[in-house]
């Protein structure tokens, strides 16, 4: 089972970015064990995903692909911490 999470290097190969903001993200949770990202036999592979077996680790998987999402919603109120 696979959670898309908005991430994608379809625009270039190898530099990943957040779709929502172009960023390359500061952090990475590749499943590293599995290879992961390796554009299995240069199928394009372009979006990255939570891959539930091994542990929420990302995967880089074909783009069009139907799994899951996980959406991203702002703040209404803005939280300011006190103390
Ligand atoms: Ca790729
Ligand atoms: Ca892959």
Redesign the pocket.
């Known amino acids: 089972m696979y959670w898309w999470i908005g991430l994608s290097d379809r625009t270039i190969e190898g530099e990943w970015r957040w779709l929502s903001s172009d960023d390359i993200p500061s952090y990475t949770y590749w499943d590293t064990a599995d290879h992961?990202?390796?554009?299995?036999n240069a199928l394009d592979?372009d979006c990255a995903s939570l891959h539930i077996p091994s542990g929420y680790k990302w995967?880089?998987?074909v783009c069009s692909g139907q799994h899951a999402v996980i959406c991203e919603k702002l703040s209404e109120s803005e939280v300011i911490p006190i103390g």
């Open positions: 992961q990202p390796e554009n299995h592979q995967h880089d998987d």
